[in-house]
């Protein structure tokens, strides 16, 4: 939900290199930088809180006032970039923006097919896919939505919805061009296997039992010659 903050103390750190990242993974330290108005600073944040406030109601849109080091002054910051594991699945270094919250910023949000179970085209064994599932908007960083909701449940099969068709919450700007597809409904495949019709009479070339034309005996088997006689 839009409006959602979460304190989370950092720490500032001196050193920085992998030696030094490797380190404070081992000890559930998450390392990262905070890029403000002045010059960025290196900081690390247990994982297991960075964690449990990006995957709160707001999600990755999250508002993070930012202490370092337990300090009285915060910093309200968005999530800017983050790095994954792509084995064990877990952050490995993250990069805090800090913002302004009566300034507009631009973000990047899921777009939500809701109704789809209802949709006509769907009933009838149509089939609905989805090439747009992220859509670009602007607002105030406190009004950025965790996602946008699309409504298909009136869709018939060959119809087509664009960005023309999303409604944005207010205070939001989608950004993308209103011409690009987002949702299709399209009709089912069918295989339908061609059968290959024998006029009655006629065999298939090839078939075992082939009766000859009326009139003509049936062709012999050719029958391999004999080997000369030995003197």
């Given at each position: 939900?839009?409006?959602?903050?979460?304190?989370?103390?950092?720490?500032?750190?001196?050193?920085?290199?992998?030696?030094?990242?490797?380190?404070?993974?081992?000890?559930?330290?998450?390392?990262?930088?905070?890029?403000?108005?002045?010059?960025?600073?290196?900081?690390s944040v247990a994982e297991r809180e960075l964690r449990r406030a990006l995957t709160g109601a707001a999600g990755l849109h999250s508002i993070l006032d930012v202490a370092i080091d337990g300090a009285d002054t915060?910093?309200?910051?968005?999530?800017?970039?983050?790095?994954?594991?792509?084995?064990?699945?877990?952050?490995?270094?993250?990069?805090?923006?800090?913002?302004?919250?009566?300034?507009?910023?631009?973000?990047?949000?899921?777009?939500?097919?809701?109704?789809?179970?209802?949709?006509?085209?769907?009933?009838?064994?149509?089939?609905?896919?989805?090439?747009?599932?992220?859509?670009?908007?602007?607002?105030?960083?406190?009004?950025?939505?965790?996602?946008?909701?699309?409504?298909?449940?009136?869709?018939?099969?060959?119809?087509?919805?664009r960005m023309s068709d999303v409604v944005a919450p207010e205070g939001v700007t989608v950004l993308d061009d209103p011409e690009t597809v987002v949702a299709i409904l399209t009709a089912p495949s069918r295989f339908?296997?061609?059968?290959?019709?024998?006029?009655?009479?006629?065999?298939?070339?090839?078939?075992?039992?082939?009766?000859?034309?009326?009139?003509?005996?049936?062709?012999?088997?050719?029958?391999?010659?004999?080997?000369?006689?030995?003197?």
């Amino acid at each position: 939900m839009a409006g959602e903050r979460t304190k989370r103390v950092v720490s500032a750190r001196d050193q920085i290199g992998s030696r030094e990242s490797r380190r404070l993974r081992r000890e559930g330290l998450i390392p990262g930088v905070l890029y403000g108005r002045g010059k960025p600073v290196a900081i690390s944040v247990a994982e297991r809180e960075l964690r449990r406030a990006l995957t709160g109601a707001a999600g990755l849109h999250s508002i993070l006032d930012v202490a370092i080091d337990g300090a009285d002054t915060t910093h309200a910051s968005i999530l800017k970039e983050y790095q994954v594991d792509k084995v064990r699945g877990y952050i490995t270094h993250v990069d805090l923006q800090e913002v302004r919250l009566d300034q507009p910023i631009q973000a990047s949000v899921s777009v939500h097919l809701v109704g789809a179970e209802s949709a006509p085209g769907v009933r009838e064994g149509g089939v609905l896919s989805q090439p747009l599932r992220e859509v670009q908007i602007q607002a105030l960083p406190l009004e950025v939505p965790e996602h946008i909701d699309l409504d298909v449940s009136h869709m018939e099969i060959g119809d087509t919805l664009r960005m023309s068709d999303v409604v944005a919450p207010e205070g939001v700007t989608v950004l993308d061009d209103p011409e690009t597809v987002v949702a299709i409904l399209t009709a089912p495949s069918r295989f339908v296997e061609e059968e290959v019709e024998v006029p009655e009479g006629e065999a298939v070339e090839g078939e075992a039992g082939a009766e000859a034309p009326e009139g003509e005996a049936p062709a012999e088997a050719e029958q391999p010659a004999e080997a000369p006689a030995e003197e």
